[in-house]
Nanobody, 124 residues
Framework: QVQLVESGGGLVQAGGSLRLSCAAS????????MGWFRQGPGKEREFVAA????????NYADSVRGRFTISRDNAKNTVYLQMNSLKPEDTAVYYC?????????????????WGQGAQVTVSS
């Protein structure tokens, strides 16, 4: 079992930055592929970014590539999502997830464990 807890959400103006953190607990937490997804009002949950267990491989949705950066610190069992140049359309609940896959997959069904989510609101 892996438990995931997100933090760092909040309200920010367009063009601003936020950093989300995801603390993982569980015996093999650091060996999982980790991902971030988001769900905006009235929308489906969508892929944002993912990172391999070593941190050497990453994957991003086209909508955030160049603005968001995913990273991890396995010594702290923590994954981060640095979000820059935020837009109102980035407003959503952001979820951290863990997968048994070996590559940083963007498929929601590949993820086995989910956090409770963190609200990010970007004002125009």
């Amino acid at each position: 079992q892996v438990q995931l807890v997100e933090s760092g959400g909040g309200l920010v103006q367009a063009g601003g930055s936020l950093r989300l953190s995801c603390a993982a607990s569980g015996r093999t937490a650091s060996s999982h592929v980790m991902g971030w997804f988001r769900q905006g009002p009235g929308k489906e949950r969508e892929f944002v970014a993912a990172i391999s267990w070593s941190g050497g491989s990453t994957n991003y949705a086209d909508s955030v590539r160049g603005r968001f950066t995913i990273s991890r610190d396995n010594a702290k069992n923590t994954v981060y999502l640095q979000m820059n140049s935020l837009k109102p359309e980035d407003t959503a609940v952001y979820y951290c997830a863990a997968s048994y896959r070996l590559i940083p997959t963007g498929w929601r069904t590949d993820y086995n464990y989910w956090g409770q989510g963190a609200q990010v609101t970007v004002s125009s």
